[in-house]
């Protein structure tokens, strides 16, 4: 969303068992009245594309909201706005849109979550040398502190438990 706030885009799962019924919910999810809707495809993938609006007190908005299958999953893409300011927006909301495919890029499906892992410190001492003794990286340091809500150079006593990324 802009810092004006004038417009926004969403991304969320659509409910349903065909992508008939998925765009079907999204509309009724969101109070929308349907203008348009056509069957697409974003890179390979099955789509609706639904143009849809709503009275909101003083202001008519307007939606731009692209309904994928992929898989037994239906993911809502919508684009947002005040029907005036639609048109300014609507390339920044198809450009995102169009771009939605499957992720395929090893190096980010093979990725490992970091773990969060409680260490007793064995000395007393600054929490910087106790991060030292447990092979915290020098570039990690104020992350993990501020992980464990203190500064660097706070004062720990020997059996205190402290949190480390792994």
Known sequence: APKEGNALMTLSFAGGSTLQEASSNVLKQYGLELVDAQEIKVNGLNAIRLEAGQQQEEMIIKTLSYVIQQGDNFYNLMGISATGDFKSFEPTFLGSM??????????????????IRLKTTGANGTLEQALKTFNVP??????????NGMLLSDELSKGTVIKVVE
């Not at 020098?138 to 502190?145: F, I, P, Y």
């Open 98 to 115: 169009n771009n939605f495919r499957t992720l395929t890029d090893p190096e980010k499906l093979n990725r490992q979550p970091e773990r």
């Open 138 to 147: 020098e570039k990690r340091m104020e992350e993990v502190a501020l992980l």
